[in-house]
Structures are given as structure tokens and as C-alpha cells.
């Protein structure tokens, strides 16, 4: 029989996304007949942003047996338990986005239908006072769940912030112990095979060709590989996510880093505040055609909460998505295939998603295009719910100070995200589609945050008495309350995990 297997892969970039890839792909191709080479360039360098996550990085790092306490070590990470937003709906308001649900269902009813229904009767709390991720956040403490616990110690989801480029170099260990090649090198061509395009060789600065079977693109937003050999096309989203430009810095700390980020809506765009370990990542996010790069500027470092650590950094980006990220024998990963702005930390699970789809729907050298599309399909759904999702924020808004958020608030959305706000608007119906990254839970934190209140709730509820759902509501807020108390401080668990004590988790604690 042919061999037609994948004998050598060639990842292109090595930011976040090539480590990453390098790493997963390493490990899961140890089959003694792949070989995994990673060329980059120290000349053109990284992005270097990119320092808040989502909850699925834990499950990643699991994945490759990474031991999570080595990884808070080498990576100046902090623990995340979800975003605070300030200013999205009101200017002045804030709610929170926390990871993990809100409470949970009684006798097969939503919680926050039975939420929606109690706040008719009489004032409730913030929904957020209902989540256990928000009640550890809002009072700086942290614990990992941990395996014997019941609820809601075993609700808790978390995530981390981190140096970006030191998980690179992290990965880039990992992925060498696997026997993966590093070149150092610039890609100057790349060589095309002639009877169906599929990329034969990329050649290097220094003459050196490096031929594979399958060329993983992780080249960045210049997408080397998928866009300049290929020319896969790009669908630009900016007409609903104008933001184009970014202008980030780091600060020191003012104080023990929060387990959460915060994004703050500004009259010209918003800001990003990532407490790293020992210190801050910031940035500034807008659209150029509503706020100039002097504002951008301005407004960034006026909203600095510590001392600023070096000079501001200016990154421009087109949100959207490359229409195949695998097209011929090319996969991009990273901002080759696509871009959704940062505003709920969702590049980085891209990235993710698109390893762990390229591993479900692996290759040979025929390069069936039944698994193709099926990767494409998945990667497109997957960048469109995050793009609805995202929108939302920017819809939502009711902030009425500057025509930047008059614009988002005024724009057409996508017929997808308008079907979720109608079916919201009427029962308070929220529904997790297929395998769309973000849960009812994350839709009902940004809905009710931004004062998108539905005219009634599902009749269903109904069928629960209101005085005992009462006392369960309340009974759920206290237990949440109660053991978040019970935890220790986020710096205090991060300081534990960095000595490897063994008091790791919140039942041990
Ligand atoms: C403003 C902003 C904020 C962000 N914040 C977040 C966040 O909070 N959370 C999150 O998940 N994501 C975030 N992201 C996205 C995140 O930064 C990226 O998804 C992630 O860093 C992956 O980048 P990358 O590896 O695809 O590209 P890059 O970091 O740009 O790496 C590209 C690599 O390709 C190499 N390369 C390019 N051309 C050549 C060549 N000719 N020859 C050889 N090598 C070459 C480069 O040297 C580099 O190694 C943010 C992005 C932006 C723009």
C-alpha cells in the first residue's frame, strides 16, 4: 500500500500561535515517522500582546501534561475569573462577565429564568452576585476547584493572564523535549507546486529550502503562507466591529494583582487592564476613523493605574476572518486566519480550536477535501459566534457621549445576532448553538449588564413556587458568598502554587 502519510510539518511563525501549534502537534504526532519544524524569524519578531485567556487554555495545558504550577512559574501568570466591565452600557455602570454559570437550574428551569421572574416581584441583586467566579473576583480571592468538591466550589472556571511571549518560550521548550526542529530564519519564497498549487518549500534568507507535506501558516497577520502564496481571500467584518487600531503599555502595579481583567468603555473606544503577576498590561482599543492615534494615546496613559513602563506601542489590525483557514495543504493559525478583537480574549482559544480541529480531521498527503471542509465549516462557525458576541458588547451600548458609540449603537448587525437579541427580548430565551464558544451564561451577564431586560420570562417558571424559589435564590447567593470568603487571597493561592505546597486547591485550603 502507498504511504501516504504526513512525514514532515512546517510551521511557519513562532508567536504564540506557532509555539502552541508546535507544541500540540509535536506531542500528538509522536509516532516516530513526523517530523515538526518551526521556522522563525527574531528579525521580524512577534505581535507581543495577547495576555488575557478563557477557561478552555486550562484544559490545553492538561492536554499536553503540562504541570500548571511550572507553567504560573515560567509565565508571570495570574489567575482570571472573568471580565469586568465599566461604562458598556451607562457610562459609570459596571457588571461582571465571570467564567462558569450563574447558579444553577431548579427542577429543569433556567436559573436566570427564575432570576428574570424574581426581579419582577421584587429588587434582586446584580446577577453576577449568583456566579461563583464573580463573588471570588469581587473580592480578590481565588481557588482552584478542586475534584472532590461539590457545588459551587466545582463551579468555579478560571483562566489566567500571562506574558505572552514568555509562554512562547515556555511552549518552545515543551515542543523541543518533543523533538521539534526551531530554524531561525526569514521566508523569502515559497514554492508552489505546479499541477494544483498545494506549497512544496519555503526557501530562507540565507538560501536554505525546507520542504513538508503540510505548512502550518502562523505568520501573523501578514499570513505569508495562506494569503500572499495562496490568495485565500480575506471577509473583512470591520463595517460591525470598527475598531482598527490599538495602542497598548505596561504599567507597575498599584497593587496585588485582581483575578480579573477589566475593559473600560472611553468616549473614542475602550480600555484593556491586565493585572499580570507583577505587572499590568494595558491598551487602548478604537476605530481610526472616530478617534485619532494622539487621543488614543492620551486617553491610554491618563487611565494608567501605576507608574508606565516604557514607551506605548501602536498595532493596527482589520477584523475579520480568512475565508478557507485551510486551504490546499496551508492551515493558519493565529491572526494568519483571522482576527476578533480582544475585547473578550478569544484569539488565543482560536488558536486552540483550530489545533485541536486539525488534529480531529488530520491529513494525509491526499489531502481529502471531505476533512477540509469540515475543518473550515467548524473554524468559520466558531469565528462568527465570537464575532456576534462581540458585537453585542458594541450594540448594547447606551452611552450616547461620542459619535463613535452613537455609530455602534445605530449599525446594522448581523441577522444571526439580531435573531438572539429578538428571542431575548420577548421570554428571555438565550440558546448555546452547536459548539459555539460562549455559554447562556456569558450571553445573560452581557444582556442584563448592558440593560437589555426582556419584556417577560419563559412561562415555565411558573411551574415553580415563587416564594421557595425565592429563599433557593437567596440560599444560593450566601453559600457563593460564604465560600468565597472561605478562600485565600489571590496572591496568597498564586504564592502557594509558586512554593508547590501542597494546599493547591479550595477544599484543601
Ligand atoms: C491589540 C491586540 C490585543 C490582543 N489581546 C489578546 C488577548 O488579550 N488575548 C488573546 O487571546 N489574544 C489577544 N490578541 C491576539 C494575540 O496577540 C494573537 O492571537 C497571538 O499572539 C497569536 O499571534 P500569532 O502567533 O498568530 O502572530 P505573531 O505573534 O505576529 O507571530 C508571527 C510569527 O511569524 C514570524 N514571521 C512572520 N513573517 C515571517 C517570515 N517572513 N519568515 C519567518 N518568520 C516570519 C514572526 O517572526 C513571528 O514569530 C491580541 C491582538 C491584538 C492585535
Same mark, same amino acid.
Given at each position: 500500500m502507498e504511504d501516504r502519510r504526513i512525514r514532515d510539518i512546517v510551521i511557519v511563525g513562532g508567536g504564540t500561535a506557532g509555539w502552541m501549534a508546535a507544541a500540540a502537534l509535536s506531542r500528538f504526532t509522536n509516532n516516530g515517522y513526523t517530523r515538526v519544524t518551526l521556522v522563525e524569524s527574531a528579525a521580524i519578531g512577534t505581535i507581543g500582546v495577547g495576555e488575557a485567556t478563557i477557561p478552555p487554555l486550562v484544559t490545553f495545558n492538561t492536554m499536553l501534561g503540562i504541570n500548571e504550577n511550572d507553567f504560573l512559574a515560567a509565565t508571570q501568570a495570574s489567575f482570571k475569573l472573568g471580565i469586568e466591565f465599566v461604562g458598556w452600557g451607562r457610562p459609570g455602570e459596571r457588571y461582571f462577565h465571570p467564567f462558569g454559570a450563574h447558579g444553577h437550574e431548579l427542577h429543569g428551569v433556567a436559573f436566570h429564568q427564575l432570576y428574570l421572574r424574581e426581579r419582577q416581584r421584587r429588587a434582586t441583586p446584580d446577577i453576577s452576585a449568583y456566579a461563583m467566579s464573580a463573588a471570588a473576583a469581587y473580592r480578590g480571592r481565588f481557588a482552584r476547584p478542586s475534584r472532590e468538591a461539590k457545588p459551587p466550589l466545582s463551579s468555579i472556571f478560571y483562566a489566567f493572564h500571562f506574558d505572552a511571549g514568555l509562554y512562547a518560550r515556555f511552549l518552545r521548550g515543551y515542543a523541543e523535549r518533543n523533538r521539534a526542529t526551531r530554524i531561525e530564519g526569514k521566508v523569502v519564497d515559497v514554492a508552489r507546486r #505546479?499541477?494544483? #498549487? @498545494?506549497?512544496?518549500s519555503i526557501t530562507l534568507d540565507d538560501g536554505r529550502t525546507i520542504a513538508g507535506d503540510l505548512f502550518i501558516d502562523c505568520s501573523g497577520f501578514r499570513g505569508l503562507l495562506i494569503e500572499q502564496a495562496l490568495g485565500t481571500g480575506y471577509e473583512d467584518w470591520s463595517h460591525w466591529l470598527p475598531a482598527d487600531r490599538a495602542v497598548t503599555v505596561q504599567c507597575d502595579l498599584p497593587g496585588p494583582p485582581d483575578p480579573f481583567t477589566r475593559a473600560t468603555a472611553h468616549p473614542g473606544g475602550w480600555q484593556w487592564r491586565i493585572p499580570l503577576r507583577e505587572r499590568m498590561g494595558n491598551g487602548f482599543v478604537y476605530s481610526s476613523a472616530f478617534t485619532s492615534d494622539d487621543e488614543a494615546r492620551e486617553t491610554l496613559v491618563a487611565n494608567l493605574e501605576g507608574a508606565m513602563r516604557g514607551e506605548p506601542r501602536a498595532l493596527s489590525f482589520t477584523t475579520g476572518r480568512r475565508k478557507q483557514a485551510w486551504t490546499a495543504n496551508v492551515v493558519s493559525l493565529g491572526l494568519s486566519s483571522g482576527f476578533v478583537e480582544p475585547l473578550e480574549s478569544t484569539s488565543i482559544h482560536m488558536v486552540q480550536a483550530g489545533i485541536a480541529q486539525l488534529i480531529a480531521m488530520f491529513p494525509d498527503r491526499r489531502f481529502d477535501p471531505i476533512e477540509r471542509d469540515r475543518y473550515n465549516a467548524v473554524i468559520q462557525d466558531i469565528y462568527e459566534d465570537v464575532r456576534d458576541f462581540i458585537i453585542l458588547h458594541y450594540h448594547a451600548n447606551?452611552? #450616547?457621549?461620542s459619535p463613535f458609540w452613537e455609530h455602534c449603537r445605530t449599525m446594522t448587525i448581523p441577522d444571526s445576532l439580531a435573531t438572539k437579541l429578538a428571542l431575548w427580548r420577548g421570554k428571555g430565551r438565550s440558546f448555546r448553538d452547536n459548539?459555539?464558544? @460562549?455559554?447562556t451564561s456569558s450571553w445573560v451577564a452581557v444582556m442584563l449588564g448592558q440593560n437589555i431586560w426582556p419584556e417577560g420570562y419563559d412561562p415555565i417558571a411558573d411551574s415553580l413556587d415563587p416564594d421557595k424559589v425565592a429563599i433557593e435564590l437567596e440560599r444560593i447567593r450566601q453559600r457563593y458568598a460564604e465560600t468565597a470568603e472561605a478562600m485565600p487571597s489571590h496572591a496568597e493561592f498564586i504564592a502557594r502554587c509558586l512554593d508547590n505546597r501542597p494546599a493547591m486547591t479550595a477544599a484543601a485550603s
Open positions: #505546479g499541477e494544483d #498549487g @498545494f506549497v512544496e447606551q452611552r #450616547g457621549d459548539a459555539e464558544l @460562549f455559554a
